[in-house]
Nanobody
Framework: QVQLVESGGGLVQAGGSLRLSCVAS????????IGWYRQAPGKQRELVAT???????NYLDSVRGRFIVDRDDAKKTVYLKMTSLQPEDTAVYYC????????????????WGQGIQVTVSS
C-alpha cells in the first residue's frame, strides 16, 4: 500500500507563484516515476510534470518554462514549483507515483493522491 499526501495548494492571483509538495509513504522500495497531473472542471486529467529515476522530466507544453518538478528521494517527496500562474492553470492537482515495492517488483498499479485545489484568479 502506497499513500501520497499533497499540500501547498490555494488561491493566488494571476502572475503569482505556488509550490506544491507530495510525500509518499508505505511499501516503497524505489520510486520509478513521480510527479503531477491535474484536472480542470469538465476536462480530462492531464499530465503536468513528472520526473523519472535518473532525473528525466516530462512537462505539459503549456507549463514548460513556468513549472519545475523536483524530487527528493531521501524524503520520498516531490515538489512542483509553479510560477507565472494563469487562470487556465486552475484545477485539482494530483500527485502520481509509480513505485517498486521490492527489488524489480513494480506495484500492481500507479498510486494517486487525493488531489489539492489550485485556483488562479484573474
Amino acid at each position: 500500500q502506497v499513500q501520497l499526501v499533497e499540500s501547498g495548494g490555494g488561491l493566488v492571483q494571476a502572475g503569482g507563484s505556488l509550490r506544491l509538495s507530495c510525500v509518499a509513504s508505505g511499501t516503497i522500495f524505489t520510486i520509478r516515476t513521480i510527479g503531477w497531473y491535474r484536472q480542470a472542471p469538465g476536462k480530462q486529467r492531464e499530465l503536468v510534470a513528472t520526473q523519472a529515476t535518473g532525473g528525466r522530466t516530462n512537462y505539459l507544453d503549456s507549463v514548460r518554462g513556468r513549472f519545475i518538478v523536483d524530487r527528493d528521494d531521501a524524503k520520498k517527496t516531490v515538489y512542483l514549483k509553479m510560477t507565472s500562474l494563469q487562470p487556465e492553470d486552475t484545477a485539482v492537482y494530483y500527485c502520481y507515483a509509480d513505485v517498486d515495492i521490492a527489488p524489480l517488483t513494480p506495484n500492481s498499479s500507479p498510486s494517486w493522491g487525493q488531489g489539492i485545489q489550485v485556483t488562479v484568479s484573474s
